[in-house]
């Protein structure tokens, strides 16, 4: 039986969950791979970028700050050696976490299903990959993390970033941009599922749709 790949986008605000979801499923789950937007990131001198002069920095929430080119032929290289899973095979949220004894018993179950299964994973995450449009479509199941200002910001100024952000670049470009890419993506984007940054169900959920459409 020839091999399937099923391709899981997990997007949403920074510091919202995105990057420890992503590394918990490929942790846990074999024949997994994954690819962040995060390597994706143009050298600081190159001149695509976008300069704020107002703040003397870089914009780097945007995607023109990103090679997206190189990562959607990354991931189109892996979907050319596969057969995609159908997409008429997905029925999520068949299930709930009270149908299975323990949160343990899941994350072994699906183990299992997927390691007899001639199904792989690809993990694709990062802050905007649902806002390119060749890869909107590519996806099987689609997830985005949101959190309130506040949080995000709390979050944000504990983390040191290479180039660090300068004084007000969150107000300038981390939340008007999120704002934007979150707008964009309700309004064209169809089938994701929202996440709260501040729960903790997030991994379970996932887990239960993967679970469900291997059946």
């Known amino acids: 039986m020839a091999s399937k790949l099923l391709i899981i986008g997990i997007s949403g605000v920074t510091c919202g969950g995105k990057t420890t979801l992503s590394s918990r499923l490929k942790e846990c789950l074999p024949k997994t791979r994954l690819i962040s937007q995060d390597d994706y990131f143009l050298d600081v001198d190159d ?12 914009n780097f929430d945007i995607l023109s700050s990103l090679d997206m080119e190189k990562m959607n032929r990354d991931i189109q290289n892996i979907v050319r050696n596969t057969h995609l899973f159908k997409i ?104 994701v599922k929202y996440f709260d940054g501040t729960s903790n169900n997030a991994f379970e959920s996932v887990l239960l749709d993967i679970d469900s459409i291997l059946d």
Do not use: M
Not at 47 to 58: D, F, G, K, Q, Y
Not at 130 to 137: A, I, M, V
């Open 47 to 58: 001149p695509r970028h976008t300069w704020i002069s107002e703040l003397n920095h870089i």
């Open 88 to 191: 008429s095979n997905i029925n999520k949220g068949n299930k709930n976490i009270q149908s299975i004894e323990t949160f343990q018993n899941l994350e072994v179950a699906v183990y299992e299903k997927v390691k007899k299964s001639n199904v792989y994973i690809l993990i694709v995450e990062g802050f905007s990959i649902f806002n390119y449009k060749p890869l909107q479509n590519a996806f099987h199941l689609k997830y985005y993390f949101t959190l309130s200002k506040e949080e995000c910001w709390q979050r944000r100024e504990q983390r040191v970033y290479e180039p660090p952000d300068c004084p007000g670049y969150f107000e300038k470009c981390v939340w008007p941009e999120h704002e934007e890419q979150l707008r964009e993506v309700r309004e064209e984007v169809t089938d």
